[in-house]
């Protein structure tokens, strides 16, 4: 025997209507052995509830009764007047006394069910099939409590199976859910959402095989769906493990929906009213296929109620005192936390009750408050919990580290013995972006990265390029899926949930300025609840450096081609890596100096493995490489040479910014506080190389004087031996012995046969001389300049944080 339930979307008015009749004509032409049940129709439950609670204040519900009588009347069949005249009068009661029983209430409720038996009935019997509109009362027989009564399974069975003994064979069966009475012949509910625990007793006391229960969604799922775009539908679930997703809200099981079924080993089928006939729905029974399936769910609206006192060390009989005092005010506890030390006690509290659960409390230990020995009871609102179902501790180190990198702490923490459930509680505002962390881990989904790129001149730009090119490669390879949800420049903040597309400049174009930029930016990132953060500066602002505080910590990772942070005063840079810390976020800055060279990573290494770096030298400015390159061998002036490297791109607008030696000097001093050297910007010793007499001339000027390097330069020339050529140099040595240093940025000559010699047009090269490699220097060198090459290095970092994370 097969027992079919419809809730009450899918007996509206309408499609759901249309599709539940052709649901059971198909299945009865299959199987007459069967039986419906059936929910009120639409939000009928939820329209009588509203009428009761007007007319319990004594406001006129004339309006909202038409609707609801007009909405139950449509395209019916029979007159469903009697019905309406009994609740009408119940109300009308009601108003009068403006006062309602839960046992009148139950009465009115219970029209839901019967209308919606009768009206269904008398549409399948204009199609042809034969049917009965059934009364669950006459079957289901329960205790008094109205509202929610138990059901007494013996006699219940015994009258169920007598009942549809007594049928005549071909009649379908059509029974309300939801309804009962007690032994007075009184009308009794089973809870709200009952008829599904009406329909799996049914399928219990008629040893039905199955049990389809026909929904509005397609399914059990791993979250849910509204909350999770990537959650999954599960295909098969164990009794247990839907138990207990039940327990925890999954509304279209009633938390006492399987007991029945598990007991009888009747398998349960959740399929879509809406959903086409190749559906395969979740299928619920003893034996499911996969055993290990994991899912999410929350409850919001939770309090904790905090318990504290010094004075209960070691006292016995307080926690009995605690639940004594919320049992005799009807309050249900959630989790529960006491550590061993027994100084205090919390709960968890539905919401609506923790003020009540205050007071309970206050009101027994009243004495010992008095005495000192009760310090605080107190409740913290705005919590809600997430169980994750189906996860054993031992796995849920990978979900646990993704919680802290995206700076949520649970206040509470447990794990059930049996069932394998975990439960976390936190504040409402955490709640929605643990969801989406956890669903991604559990089922090993895209890791989203959200970057923020702030700045997009020629770096920015290539950068975001080269991201959204590579994206699709870095989702298939690692399963990373990086995601540019803002990018700025000092005016503006384009901002995308989802990330930008190729067409971010055209959409930038468009949108108004912002002020406060950076704070814009992370207050987005919170409102959408992004996880993974990472911020990446392309500028050249201080003010963009100085808020990377900030952004660390508000949950970004920063990655950063601005030198302007790391060559800030030694105490401000080591506060910054104080914060970061704190905060556990990385800061990436590889392009600082060498751009995409692989320097930065390389010395970092060295140093945390114990070599002893001596000296680092070499020539860090792709400008004035290629000035000396070229100036050394070729027979052109020095000032023809530097306009053809300013033509070329290689140098600023102004060269002496790269002349005066501040951009080398600036780099050696990052390279320095790498070794744990804690320099200043002052200790660099600078030769300058523009004459005292240009330095400060404006641009122009210092154009049209430019040839009175020449002289100074052809000298330095001519002093070169044969194979000797000039190279501008940064270089740095440290004496471990006497731990001193010397930082120092100048104008050298190498024989032509050296490394150093040998570099050609812009290129950067690094020699790193240690302990163990002695005399022979570790070399790195390759172009040390350009957006292309910056951008690459920058994209290196985002991707090394990505990989962390994972
Ligand atoms: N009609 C009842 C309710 O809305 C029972 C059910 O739909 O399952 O709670
Ligand atoms: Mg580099």
């Known amino acids: 025997m097969k027992i079919i339930k419809f809730g009450g979307k899918s007996l509206e008015n309408g499609k759901g209507i249309s599709q539940t009749i052709k649901i059971i004509q198909r299945n009865y032409q299959q199987n007459t052995n069967l039986a ?33 009588q007009t909405k139950q009347n449509h395209l019916s069949l029979i007159s469903l ?9 119940l109300l009308s009661g009601i108003k009068l006394l403006e006062e309602c029983s839960d046992k009148t209430q139950d009465r009115i409720l219970a029209y839901g069910e019967i209308i919606s038996v009768n009206y269904l009935t008398a549409q399948l019997e204009k199609n042809g099939i034969a049917a009965k509109a059934i009364d669950a009362g006459d079957l289901f027989l329960t205790n008094d409590e109205f509202g929610n009564a138990a059901v007494n399974f013996a006699i219940s069975e015994a009258k169920t199976q007598a009942y549809f003994n007594s049928l005549e064979p071909h009649i379908l069966p059509i029974v309300t859910g939801f309804i009962a009475k007690n032994s007075h012949g009184e009308r009794t509910t089973l809870g709200r959402n009952g008829s599904n625990y009406s329909a799996s007793l049914l399928a219990n006391f008629l040893n039905a095989d199955l049990l389809e229960n026909y929904t509005h969604v397609d399914g059990i799922f791993t979250g849910n769906p509204d909350e999770i775009h990537e959650a999954i539908k ?143 009871i107190f409740a913290e ?55 989406q962390v956890i669903h991604g ?57 989802n990330g930008v597309q190729e067409n971010w400049e055209e959409l930038k ?37 100085k808020s990377y505080a900030l952004f660390a910590e508000n949950g970004f990772d920063i990655v950063s081609s601005n030198k302007i942070a790391n060559t800030l005063p030694y105490s401000d840079y080591q506060k910054f890596r104080k914060i970061l810390r704190r905060n556990n976020k990385k800061y990436y800055y590889e392009t600082n100096v060498g751009a995409g060279l692989p320097l930065i990573d390389t010395i970092k290494l060295l140093h945390l493995s114990g070599e002893n770096i001596t000296r680092i030298k070499g020539v860090f400015s792709g400008s004035l490489s ?103 140099v940064g270089d740095l040595q440290w004496d471990n012995e006497n731990q001193t240093s010397s930082l120092e940025v100048k104008l050298v000559k190498a024989s032509q046969a050296s490394a150093l010699g040998q570099i050609k047009g812009a290129d950067s090269i690094f020699e790193i001389y240690t302990e163990s490699y002695g005399d022979q220097p570790l070399v790195i060198q390759g172009a040390g300049a350009g957006a292309k090459v910056t951008a690459r290095g920058v994209f290196g970092d985002v991707l090394r944080i990505s990989e962390i994370l994972d």
């Open 234 to 376: 599960i295909e098969q679930l164990s009794y247990a493990d839907a138990a207990e997703l039940a327990q925890f809200g999954a509304n279209i099981l009633h938390a006492k929906t399987i007991e029945p079924l598990q007991q009888k080993n009747i398998a349960l089928k959740i399929l879509n009213t809406f959903g086409d006939d190749a559906q395969t729905g979740t299928l619920i029974s003893a034996n499911p296929e996969d055993k290990t399936v994991r899912a999410l769910a929350s409850l919001k609206n939770k309090a904790l109620i905090h318990f504290k006192g010094k004075g209960l060390l070691g006292k016995v009989g307080v926690d009995g005192r605690i639940f004594k005092a919320f049992q005799n005010n009807n309050i249900s506890v959630g989790m529960i936390s006491q550590g061993s030390s027994e100084r205090g006690i919390a709960m968890v509290v539905s919401e609506d009750q923790a003020e009540k659960a205050v007071k309970s409390l206050k009101q027994e230990f009243k004495e010992d408050i008095e005495k000192g020995d009760v310090d605080e």
């Open 381 to 435: 609102k705005g919590l809600g919990v997430l169980a994750i179902i189906g996860l054993n501790l031992n796995l849920f180190d990978k979900p646990y580290r993704s919680l802290v990198r995206n700076q949520i702490t649970p206040k509470l923490f447990n794990n059930t013995i049996t069932g394998n459930t975990i439960c976390l509680l936190l504040t409402e505002k955490e709640l929605n972006k643990a969801i």
């Open 81 to 89: 007047q009697k019905y309406f005249d009994e609740v009408e009068t």
């Open 509 to 545: 174009k468009k949108i108004p300025q912002n002020t406060d930029i950076q704070k814009y930016i992370i207050s987005f990132a919170q409102q959408n609840a992004l996880e993974n953060l990472i911020m990446i500066d392309n500028t050249a602002s201080e003010n963009v450096a």
């Open 626 to 728: 290629y000035i000396f390159n070229h100036y050394s061998i070729e027979n052109k002036t020095f000032e023809e040479v530097v306009l053809e490297a300013k033509e070329k791109g290689y140098t600023e607008p102004d060269p002496r910014e790269d002349l005066s030696g501040n951009d080398v000097a600036r780099k050696l001093l990052i390279l320095a506080r790498e070794l744990k050297i804690p320099s200043e910007f002052e200790d660099v010793q600078i030769q300058n190389l523009i004459p005292e007499a240009l330095k400060s001339l404006p641009k122009e000027e210092f154009f049209e004087r430019m040839h009175e390097m020449n002289p100074i330069y052809q000298q330095e020339k001519d002093a070169l031996q044969d194979n000797e050529v000039l190279r501008y």
């Open 36 to 68: 419906i049940v059936v929910s009120a129709r639409g939000k009928a439950t939820d329209e009588l509830l509203h009428l009761i609670a007007l007319a319990k204040k004594g406001e006129d519900f004339s309006a909202e009764w038409a609707d609801f």
């Open 441 to 497: 881990e559990l089922f090993d989904q895209p890791k989203k990265v959200h970057i923020a790129v702030i700045g997009h001149g020629l770096v920015g730009k290539t950068l975001i390029e080269q991201i959204l090119v590579q994206r699709k490669s870095i989702l298939e390879e690692k399963n990373i899926d990086l995601r540019i949800f803002a990018i700025a420049n000092s005016q503006k903040v384009l901002l995308a949930v």
